[in-house]
């Protein structure tokens, strides 16, 4: 057994299953290891932001790392904005980074580069394997290192030398620690807090969005009052009929302070107390309203969900009563066609157990709530801000979980970074209908650039913020790639592509023109 099969096959042993990648001539011996070992399923991207998105998709819904296999340095590099955008949202990953043969290396062939010095921003642990016998206990421990939690991303580059010398065997999985445990001084000061009567929020990412975290924090809610928040950009939320409803807050700081107005002490569940975006001239970073006290429950790295558990039974009783469904009506056939009258029809028909990708930028945003309502969902987002992340996030999570529809709500421009998703879905035959927000511009700019006080705009600044001349046209992107598309431009026209969409099992896109 060569370096390259041995950590395939103590991958496996690790239990990570799906290996996303896009190799090149040092990742040859790692590639046919593949083909070799039974079990583990490899899935080309054509670009690799889509390998590294669709790993975070994956891992985000499966709740374990896939691996990645990227080409040297500038192959890592093309992946970087969608790993930032899982080391933000606090995903597991393991990234194989091929690498020169070690005497190779003094060369400075073409290829050659740091690639350490590219790994370290975006990945909480780098090694390098020294020599096919260790390559197995070095994947071994980027698997550990990866599942630390809450999720980290373990880079680990393989020289070509160590992929095809001789190896010694399969490494053992190694033991994963849990979330560490919240001190009883933790929870004591948040039953403290919920006692005095004040005004209580919390804020709330992780695993706190999901299960027995959201039923916690339904009974404490129901039971004292508070408030139940996530951030405006939290990687995953269980959302929909029958769950408690998580208050979203707002994007720009003053709405967002003025969501907050009032609430005394914000107690924080795996998420940092809040700040802004960005920066605008005049306008504070942090969020958190004056008068108001932020109190940690847990940490990103701890058990906030058994945090919850400890605070409910300290100040509410049994179970609440879930909420039923409030589906809205269908939409009426002639209604105005745009942004909200897509995302009413999807809240409408969305099919139970379905998960969400959502990417709709500016679109989205003033209609989140419509899918409070929705049948229960998963809604995955993107964490880190670099756009270009749900295109691959649907993929990785439509291969986590097969049998669950995948909608990926996507605004144009943000699609273009990684479009090359629509291939692997087809290839795949992922179960993925994509909604393209067709505003053909990049919007939010338009009105961050009133935002931040940077003057009128004319015609040269408008022309770096418009998508038009040419026109993208998403049905024959979709085409050319493998993927059935339409586009509409009404209500009814919409209403029945989606509705059609829901029913068919596979790829499909629908560019709405709104
Ligand atoms: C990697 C990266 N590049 C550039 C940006 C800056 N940026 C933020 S939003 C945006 C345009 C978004 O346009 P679109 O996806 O069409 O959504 P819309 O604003 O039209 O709703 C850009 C370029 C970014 N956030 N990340």
Redesign the pocket.
């Known amino acids: 057994m060569n370096g390259a099969e041995s950590m395939v096959r103590t991958l496996l042993a690790s239990g990570v299953e799906v290996c996303f990648g896009n190799p090149g001539t040092s990742e040859m011996h790692f590639v046919s290891a593949l083909d070799r070992v039974e079990g583990m399923r490899a899935v080309l991207g054509l670009f690799e932001g889509v390998v590294t998105g669709a790993a975070d998709g994956y891992a985000r819904m499966a709740g374990k790392p896939a691996a990645t296999l990227l080409h040297l340095g500038p192959g890592l590099a093309n992946g970087v904005?969608n790993l930032h955008n899982a080391r933000k949202a606090g995903t597991p990953m393991v990234n194989i980074i091929g690498d020169h043969a070690t005497a190779h290396q003094r060369y400075d062939a073409p290829l050659t580069s740091d690639v350490e010095a590219i790994a370290r921003p975006v990945s909480h642990w780098v090694a390098r394997v020294r020599g096919a016998a260790n390559a197995a206990a070095d994947v071994a421990r980027a698997v550990q290192a990866a599942r630390q939690a809450p999720g980290q991303i373990a880079s680990l580059i393989l020289p070509a030398d160590s992929a095809w010398d001789t190896a010694d065997g399969v490494a053992p999985a190694l033991p994963v620690e849990g979330p560490a445990a919240v001190g009883e001084g933790a929870i004591g000061r948040s039953v403290a807090a919920l006692r005095t009567g004040g005004k209580v929020a919390f804020l709330l990412r992780g695993a706190a969005l999901q299960g027995r975290g959201l039923a916690a924090a339904a009974r404490i809610a129901a039971a004292t009052g508070a408030r139940l928040v996530c951030d405006t950009f939290a990687p995953r939320v269980e959302r929909g009929a029958g769950r408690v409803v998580v208050e979203r807050l707002p994007y720009r700081p003053e709405p967002a302070i003025a969501f907050l107005q009032g609430t005394e002490t914000l107690i924080l569940v795996g998420a940092q107390a809040p700040i802004a975006f960005f920066a605008y001239p005049g306008q504070p970073s942090e969020l958190t309203p004056p008068g108001c006290r932020p109190l940690v429950l847990a940490h990103p790295h701890e058990d906030g969900v058994a945090a919850l558990e400890a605070l409910a039974d300290a100040v509410a009783s049994g179970p609440v009563a879930a909420p039923g469904p409030r589906l809205y009506p269908a939409l009426e056939r002639n209604a105005a066609f745009g942004a909200e009258a897509v995302l009413r029809t999807v809240a409408h028909l969305l099919p139970e157990g379905a998960i969400v990708s959502d990417e709709t930028?500016?679109?989205g945003f003033p209609h989140y709530a419509l899918f409070d309502g929705a049948r229960p969902h998963d809604w995955l987002q993107l964490a880190g801000?670099?756009?270009?992340d749900g295109m691959p996030v649907a993929t990785g999570a439509a291969i986590a979980c097969p049998g669950r529809k995948v909608v990926n709500l996507q605004?144009?421009?943000?699609a273009m970074y990684t479009l090359q998703s629509l291939w692997t879905q087809a290839r795949e035959k992922l179960d993925v209908t994509t909604v393209i927000?067709a505003?053909r511009?990049?919007?939010?700019?338009v009105e961050e650039l009133k935002g931040v006080g940077a003057g009128t705009a004319g015609s040269k600044a408008f022309s770096m913020l418009d998508l038009n001349n040419p026109a993208l046209d998403w049905v024959q992107l979709a085409g050319g790639m493998g993927v059935e598309a339409v586009r509409v431009s009404d209500s009814a026209g919409f209403a029945d592509a989606f509705a059609a969409a829901m029913k068919r099992p596979g790829p499909f896109l629908i560019e709405a023109l709104i």
């Open positions: 904005a930028i500016s679109a801000g670099a756009i270009g605004a144009d421009g943000s927000f505003n511009a990049y919007q939010v700019l």
